[in-house]
C-alpha cells in the first residue's frame, strides 16, 4: 500500500499560522473520514493530535485543527509556538488494508 | 495512567527470530485492539499489524504478512509480535499503539503509543 503524500518540510514564524497537506486516493482519504494526524518529537513516541479528521483529544491545543477536502487533508497549526517544531505524520485507513501514514513533514519555528 | 512498554528488541542475524511484548496497563486492555507500527532509523511511520480486542481478527501489511505473527493475553494484559525471517529491511523501532474506539476497529486512530523497542537486522 503507498503511503500518502506530504511536503517534506514547512516553516513558520512564532504567531503565525502554517498548513500540512496530506494527498492521497478514493480509497483512503477520499473515501472515509478517518484521518488522524500525530506529532513526534525528536526521539520520543507519536502523538495523536487529530482523529476523525477534525476532532481533537483531550489535553491538545485548540491551536491544532483538520480538515479535508476531496482527496486532500490538511493540519493546521494557528499561533505557531517554539514547541510546535516536530515531525508531522497525517494517517488514514485504507480499504484494502488498515492504516496508511504519510511519509511525515519536518515543521521548523523560525 | 494509562501507559504501553514495549519489550524483547535486540540484535539478530537475517532469517532469524525474535517476539516482541508489550505490556498495557490503566485501561480495559481487552476491548481495544492493538497495532504495531515501526519506524526504520531515520524514516517515517510504516503501520504493521492489528488485532481485534478478543484475537478473532488479525490483520498484516503486506512487507511482513506470512512472517509475522500478532496476538496477545488479554489475562496479562500483553500484546506480542512474533517475527520470523527477518530480513535487513526489518531493521526499526517497534511501537506499540492502542486503537482508540472499541467500534472502528481497523479504521480508527491509534491514541495511545509506547517508547518503542528497537530491532536490529544484521550479520
Known amino acids: 500500500q503507498s503511503a500518502l503524500t506530504q511536503p517534506a518540510s514547512v516553516s513558520g514564524s512564532p504567531g503565525q499560522s502554517i498548513t500540512i497537506s496530506c494527498t492521497g486516493t478514493?480509497?483512503?482519504?477520499?473515501?472515509?473520514?478517518?484521518v488522524s494526524w500525530y506529532q513526534q518529537h525528536p526521539g520520543k513516541a507519536p502523538k495523536l493530535m487529530i482523529y476523525?479528521?477534525?476532532n481533537r483529544p483531550s489535553g491538545v491545543s485548540n491551536r491544532f485543527s483538520g480538515s479535508k477536502s476531496g482527496t486532500t487533508a490538511s493540519l493546521t497549526i494557528s499561533g505557531l509556538q517554539a514547541e510546535d517544531e516536530a515531525d508531522y505524520y497525517c494517517?488514514?485507513?485504507?480499504?484494502?488494508?488498515?492504516?496508511?501514514f504519510g511519509g511525515g513533514t519536518k515543521l521548523t519555528v523560525l | 495512567e494509562v501507559q504501553l512498554l514495549e519489550s524483547g528488541g535486540g540484535l539478530v542475524q537475517p532469517g532469524g527470530s525474535l517476539t516482541l511484548s508489550c505490556a498495557a496497563s490503566?485501561?480495559?486492555?481487552?476491548?481495544?485492539?492493538m497495532s504495531w507500527v515501526r519506524q526504520a532509523p531515520g524514516k517515517g511511520l510504516e503501520w504493521v499489524s492489528l488485532?481485534?480486542?478478543?484475537?478473532?481478527?488479525?490483520y498484516y501489511a503486506d512487507s511482513v504478512e506470512g512472517r509475522f505473527t500478532i496476538s496477545r493475553d488479554n489475562s496479562k494484559n500483553t500484546l506480542f509480535l512474533q517475527m520470523n525471517n527477518l530480513r535487513a529491511e526489518d531493521t526499526a523501532l517497534y511501537y506499540c499503539?492502542?486503537?482508540?474506539?472499541?467500534?472502528?476497529?481497523?479504521?480508527?486512530?491509534?491514541?495511545?503509543w509506547g517508547q518503542g523497542t528497537m530491532v536490529t537486522v544484521s550479520s
Open positions: 499503539a492502542k486503537v482508540r474506539s472499541v467500534t472502528a476497529v481497523r479504521k480508527d486512530a491509534l491514541d495511545i
Open positions: 490503566g485501561f480495559t486492555f481487552s476491548s481495544y485492539a
Open positions: 488485532i481485534s480486542g478478543n484475537s478473532d481478527i488479525t
Open positions: 478514493s480509497s483512503d482519504i477520499g473515501g472515509y473520514n478517518y
Open positions: 476523525g479528521v477534525n
Open positions: 494517517s488514514s485507513y485504507i480499504s484494502s488494508s488498515t492504516l496508511v
